[in-house]
């Protein structure tokens, strides 16, 4: 296997083979992210991602799980990418789930039923980032969209019944009232989009982005942790949609907090009272242990 530059995957792809399908992502503005801002965006040869496939086939046999790399791989054109699903589910027998993440642009690039054909393909799970539902948040970190188009996406995605995995960002909007919009509004698109997980993760700053920058310059604040989890607390206690999976324990995290809405909701929301209550700081994960 090939791969060029930095890999990210989403935490729950760890056991999945990662076929890198691009170089980088096609929308690349978003202030907060570092992941790809050394790359110059562009869709490998297919013949080299073929070849990449029958390489994995020499190297692991047989696998259940591929996750197609890198920032936003239902960018590229349906055509190209049916044949690589095509030759995914032909090489590895026992392939189940084929993971991407997508950006809310290139999703409404495709029709619904290019869509459809890449769900029947075998396109399992989308992981989108949303970060956020207040509208001129959106705009103001740099996602090329407002609530309008990210909430299109979002449904256009659940529609041609693509496992759809939303992320948000706490402490997007820093500290006061743009943080309870924030948290208000991200619910709200939640219960609109209706995914089948919500993953939360933390801001941090990453040194090469304009956050980082307006961090430095005080142009920004960070949330502290209990402001965080005050965040967490009202997104929990704004989600009306049943059976959505909250995934909080990504390393970016102060308290790892997962469960089922509406199921476990009091308990989800008795374990950030617990902290918030006494606001003891060695309840939290210690900041040597979160990162990215």
Request: net charge neutral; glycine share 8%.
């Amino acid at each position: 296997m090939r791969y060029e530059g930095n890999i990210y995957r989403p935490f729950s792809e760890a056991n999945s083979y990662l076929l890198q399908c691009t170089i980088g992502c096609s929308h690349n503005q978003c202030t907060f992210c570092g992941m790809y801002k050394g790359e110059k965006y562009r869709v490998r040869d297919i013949a080299e991602i073929l070849e990449d496939i029958r390489m994995a086939k020499d190297y692991y046999g047989d696998v259940e799980k591929v996750f197609l790399c890198d920032g936003d791989a239902i960018a590229i054109d349906t055509d190209t990418l049916l044949v690589i699903l095509e030759r995914l589910y032909a090489t590895f027998p026992s392939l189940r789930h084929v993971g991407s993440y997508v950006g809310p642009q290139s999703t409404l690039s495709k029709t619904p039923a290019q869509l459809r054909a890449l769900r029947t393909a075998g396109l399992t799970k989308a992981y989108i980032g949303v970060e956020t539902g207040d509208d001129e948040l959106l705009r103001k970190v740099g996602k090329g969209v407002g609530y309008d188009e990210m909430l299109r996406a979002g449904r256009l995605l659940v529609e041609t019944d693509i496992n759809l995995s939303v992320m948000v960002l706490l402490g997007l909007a820093g500290p006061g009232e743009a943080s309870v919009r924030h948290a208000l509004a991200t619910a709200k698109i939640c219960n609109e989009i209706q995914p089948r997980y919500l993953a939360a993760l933390t801001v941090t700053p990453v040194p090469g982005t304009v956050l980082y920058r307006q961090v430095q310059n005080g142009e920004f604040k960070l949330l502290d942790p209990f402001e965080t989890l005050t965040e967490m607390k009202q997104i929990f206690e704004n989600i009306t949609m049943d059976n959505l999976k909250f995934v909080g324990s990504h390393a970016s995290n102060y308290l790892p907090i997962t469960g089922t809405l509406q199921k476990d909701k009091q308990k989800m929301i008795a374990m950030v009272d617990k902290v918030l209550n006494v606001r003891d700081e060695r309840l939290l994960r210690p900041d040597y242990q979160r990162g990215l």
